[in-house]
C-alpha cells in the first residue's frame, strides 16, 4: 500500500479544532489504498489528555516544533506547550500605537509580515520530514494548513523530492482579509507570491468551503486551471462521539449552548442583544432560558452581559472534549453557531460537531453557503446578523419546543457531511495527482 506525508502540525492529542481534519484523514484513508506517516508539533503542544487514544496506529514524527530554536526556547520559557497566539488586529492596534520612529516603523514593518510562530523551526522539521519521507518511501506529499509554515515545509520537500503536493487548507490564506488585514504591504505581497508559488506546484489545492472555491478560482483565473482546485469541507466522524441522550421534552427550560471559545473574530455582542430581546419579547423569568457557553469569553461579551442585565440566563461550562460534547450538545433545544459578518468564504468546525449531536442549529453567518447546508439537511435555519432576525428565530425554536415539534436533520444527507465521503474524494485526488 502507498504512503503518504501528512504535514499535520495540529494532531491529537491536540484540542484544536484543526487537529480534526488530519484525525479523521489518517484513519479513513488507509481504506483507499493511502498509509499517511505525519509530521505534527510535540506530543503536549495543546494538549488534552482525554483525546490520547484517539492517536491513530501511524507513523508520526512530533518534530514541527524542533531544533535549537526549540530548544533554546524550552530552555529560556520553560514553555513546551504551544501557547496561543495574540488577536492579529488587537495587537495590530497596539502597534499603531506606538510612536511613528524608525524603530517603531521597523517593527511594525516586522510584524506586518505573514510569519507564524513556527517558522523558525522549520529548518530543522525539513531535515527530520525528509527522512520521514524517505523511510517510508512516500509518494505523495499532503499538508492540512495552517499554521500556513507547514505549506512553506511541504513545498520545500515537494521542490527537493519531485514528489506531487496536495494543499489542503483549512481556511483561506494570502486572499482572505481576515488574515490579510494584519499584514502590511510588503507582507501581503509575499503571501500572494508564496502562495501562487505553492498552488503552481501543487498538483491539487483543496478548499473546505464552495464559497472559498470560488473565491480562489477567481483569484487564479488568470494563472491556474480551475480544475487545480477543489473542495472537501470539514466533516464528523460519527464513529469517535459518544451517542446522543434523547431529546429534551417541551417542558423545562429553554436550553441554547454555544460549543466553543467566544473570541474577537465572532460578533459575541451581537447575540446578546438579540437574546436579551428574546427574554423580553417572551417575558421569561429566570430558570424559564439559558444559554450555555464553553470556554472563554472576551471583555467585550462580559461587559454586554452585564450592560444588558443577562447574569441570570447566561452560564458557562469548562472545555469539553469533541468525543464527549454529544452529552451536552444532545440535551440542548438550540445549539449556536456564531461567525463574524467577514467570514464569508469560511464554515465553523463546529456545525460539524453539531451534526453529530443531531439538534437544531441557528446559525447566524454572512456565508450564503451554510444556509444551503440547513436546507439539504433539515438541520436548522441560518440568519443574517441582525438582531430581529436572530430574536424572531429563537422565538421560533421556543414555539417549536413548547408544541412538542421533534425537528431532526436528514440522515442521509447528514451522512454526506462524515468522515467516510470526505476520505473517499481525497484519496481519489491523490491517485490522480500520482497519475
Request: proline content about 9%; charged content about 20%.
Amino acid at each position: 500500500m502507498p504512503s503518504f506525508l501528512m504535514i499535520s502540525p495540529h494532531f491529537p492529542p491536540s484540542r484544536l479544532v484543526g487537529a480534526k481534519r488530519g484525525l479523521t484523514l489518517a484513519r479513513h484513508l488507509p481504506r483507499h489504498g493511502w498509509d499517511p506517516a505525519v509530521v505534527s508539533l510535540p506530543f503536549e503542544a495543546n494538549r488534552d489528555p482525554a483525546l490520547d487514544g484517539l492517536v491513530p496506529a501511524v507513523p508520526i514524527w512530533r518534530g514541527f516544533r524542533s531544533g535549537p530554536v526549540a530548544w533554546l526556547q524550552d530552555r529560556t520559557t520553560g514553555a513546551r506547550a504551544v501557547r496561543p497566539a495574540a488577536d492579529s488586529r488587537a495587537a495590530k492596534a497596539a502597534e499603531a500605537d506606538r510612536p511613528a520612529g524608525l524603530l517603531a516603523r521597523t517593527r511594525r514593518e516586522l510584524g506586518g509580515l505573514p510569519i507564524d510562530r513556527y517558522l523558525k523551526f522549520q529548518p530543522w522539521a525539513l531535515a527530520g520530514a525528509l527522512r520521514l519521507l524517505r523511510r517510508h518511501r512516500c509518494r505523495l506529499i499532503h499538508v492540512s494548513a495552517g499554521p500556513f509554515s507547514g505549506m512553506a515545509l511541504a513545498y520545500a520537500l515537494a521542490q527537493m523530492t519531485g514528489l506531487p503536493l496536495v494543499c489542503d487548507l483549512r481556511d483561506p490564506w494570502a486572499h482572505d482579509p481576515i488574515y490579510s488585514e494584519a499584514w502590511t504591504a510588503t507582507g501581503q505581497a509575499l503571501a500572494r507570491r508564496f502562495e501562487a508559488a505553492a498552488f503552481a506546484r501543487a498538483a491539487k489545492v483543496v478548499m473546505n468551503s464552495e464559497a472559498a472555491l470560488a473565491h480562489y478560482r477567481a483569484v487564479y483565473g488568470a494563472t491556474l486551471p480551475a480544475a487545480r482546485f477543489a473542495c472537501i469541507r470539514n466533516h464528523f466522524d460519527p464513529d469517535l462521539y459518544a451517542p446522543p441522550p434523547p431529546p429534551p421534552g417541551p417542558g423545562g427550560p429553554f436550553e441554547v449552548v454555544f460549543f466553543g471559545h467566544l473570541t474577537p473574530v465572532r460578533d459575541g455582542a451581537l447575540f446578546f442583544e438579540a437574546w436579551r430581546r428574546f427574554i423580553d419579547a417572551e417575558a421569561l423569568a429566570q430558570g424559564e432560558a439559558m444559554l450555555t457557553t464553553l470556554g472563554d469569553r472576551t471583555p467585550a461579551d462580559e461587559a454586554s452581559i452585564d450592560r444588558l442585565a443577562l447574569r441570570p440566563f447566561v452560564q458557562t461550562r469548562p472545555w469539553m472534549p469533541f468525543t464527549e460534547s454529544t452529552a451536552l450538545l444532545g440535551r440542548a433545544d438550540l445549539l449556536l453557531d456564531i461567525t463574524h459578518p467577514r467570514h464569508r468564504l469560511r464554515i465553523a468546525g463546529k456545525l460539524y460537531d453539531y451534526m453529530a449531536a443531531r439538534r437544531p442549529v441557528l446559525s447566524i453567518t454572512a456565508n450564503p453557503e451554510v444556509e444551503r447546508i440547513h436546507a439539504e439537511t433539515g438541520l436548522g435555519r441560518a440568519v443574517p446578523h441582525d438582531v430581529a432576525a436572530i430574536c424572531a428565530a429563537l422565538r421560533a425554536a421556543l414555539a417549536d419546543k413548547r408544541g412538542g415539534a421533534v425537528k431532526t436533520a436528514d440522515p442521509e444527507a447528514l451522512a454526506r457531511f462524515e468522515a467516510a465521503p470526505a476520505a473517499a474524494h481525497m484519496a481519489r485526488i491523490f491517485d490522480e495527482a500520482c497519475r
